[in-house]
């Protein structure tokens, strides 16, 4: 018995390798790298286009990016920008109190003006503002049918300003209306719940609870709006109102020979305005996610530095391999 014990073959004969030599090799993925290799062919095919096409005439580009002209027209698209954002948020978030609001009467004027606004387009809207003055040359505020307290000389009242930032605003606040409503409807029923049982009054329930949690739903389905509202500021133009758009337009018509550098730089412009509030949008939703997530999302230069430390740690894994 123990002889054949002593004489047993061990069943695998093969050692181990230590464990520095073994490696585990990444899947292949052939096609990644072969759309990729497409997407980097076609990518610099239009930047090679783009640099030398002489039909864009970079010299005119960059003397025109920062003209005076220009510069005033872009002034003027920042103030129209800013001032129909604010007031159309406002004017949205009564709107959407009005939807959630128990009278029908305040529901449904709401609903009338979201469906109205929203229908008609822009143009319409501002053309129609622009000759306001054609249907009421006054308007007067006082009892219906009765006395009037206050009277207004409707042409000196709407500038040019003036009514590209109603119409824009009044455009803006059903559009922002929903975009409200539906950051507050998603808020968790349990938090109307728990502040109604604390006893807190309405409007600190809104102010400190209920809306500051509806941003986080609202502020990305808003950002897109305002990036709307800063193109949407280019029909101005046909109110009389020289913005970026407008200037553009005006020194094109002037000189006729530079008319596409001239659209460059309103495009180069429009996409730093949108740039930059892309970037505004990311830090707001990182603020308003906190309590939300169990970690903040990273800044683009937290990225960049995780990416140099994991490339630095891949590179001496390689070398001491």
């Known amino acids: 018995m ?6 047993a073959v061990p069943l695998s004969t093969t050692e181990p390798r230590p464990a520095a030599a073994q490696r585990v090799l990444p899947l292949r993925r052939p096609g990644r790298w072969i759309a990729s290799a497409i997407v980097l062919v076609v990518v610099a095919q239009i ?12 010299d005119r580009f960059q003397y025109w990016f920062l003209r005076p002209t220009i510069l005033d027209g872009l002034l003027i698209t920042l103030e129209v920008t800013f001032y129909s954002a604010v007031l159309g948020l406002l004017g949205g978030i009564l709107l959407a109190l ?6 029908p009467v305040l529901r449904a004027v709401s609903w009338v003006y979201i469906w109205l606004f929203r229908s008609v387009p822009l143009i ?18 006082g009892v ?6 206050l009277t207004f000389d409707e042409s000196r009242l709407a500038t040019d300003m003036v009514v590209a930032v109603v119409g824009l605003s009044l455009n803006e606040a059903a559009y922002a209306a929903e975009v409200v409503r539906g950051g507050i409807l998603s808020v968790d029923q349990g938090q109307h719940e728990a502040a109604s049982a604390l006893g807190l009054p309405k409007g600190y329930q809104f102010t400190r609870i209920v809306f500051p949690q509806a941003l986080r739903s609202i502020t990305p389905n808003y950002v897109n709006q305002l990036i709307g509202l800063i193109k949407g500021t280019s029909l101005v133009f046909y109110v009389s109102l020289l913005d970026l758009f407008g200037s553009v337009q005006s020194m094109g018509s002037t000189y ?9 730089v309103a495009t180069a412009w429009y996409l730093i305005l949108t740039s930059v509030v892309s970037v505004v949008q990311f830090y707001v939703e990182r603020y308003y996610s906190r ?6 999302p990273p800044t683009p230069l937290q990225k960049v530095r995780t990416g140099l430390r994991d490339l630095r ?7 001491a391999i």
């Open 47 to 58: 930047v090679h286009g783009l640099a030398t096409n002489p039909f864009f005439q970079w």
């Open 291 to 296: 309590g939300a997530l169990r970690s903040l």
């Open 2 to 7: 123990s002889e054949s014990l002593g004489s």
């Open 256 to 264: 006729p020979g530079d008319i596409v550098p001239l659209l460059l």
């Open 313 to 319: 740690a891949r590179v001496r894994k390689e070398a």
């Open 98 to 103: 009005a939807r959630l609001s128990r009278s």
């Open 144 to 149: 219906p049918f009765g006395p009037a307290f």
């Open 124 to 141: 319409v809207v501002l053309l129609f503002l622009y000759n306001f003055s054609a249907l009421y040359r006054t308007l007067t505020l």
